[in-house]
């Protein structure tokens, strides 16, 4: 069961990198994983791309004294 776990966060590491980083195109990303992630090529392609700087801006924070 932790194996099938492992391999499944395995799988969707990509996917789940570029939401967490905010990656401007983390929906194409998690398609090119879903639809070519079971190909090595593909699944790495899409951990490259996740890894990219295209991210977001992180939102201003603002201290109030």
Same mark, same amino acid.
């Given at each position: 069961m932790? @194996?099938?776990a492992l391999i499944f966060v395995a799988?969707?590491?990509? @996917?789940?990198l570029a939401f967490?980083?905010?990656h401007r195109s983390r929906a194409a990303i998690l398609m090119v994983n879903f639809l070519l992630g079971w190909t090595v090529i593909g699944w790495v &392609? &899409?951990?490259i791309w996740s890894g990219t700087g295209n991210t977001e801006p992180a939102a201003p924070v603002i201290v109030y004294r």
């Open positions: 932790v @194996t099938m799988y969707w590491l990509p @996917t789940l967490h980083r905010r &392609a &899409a951990l």
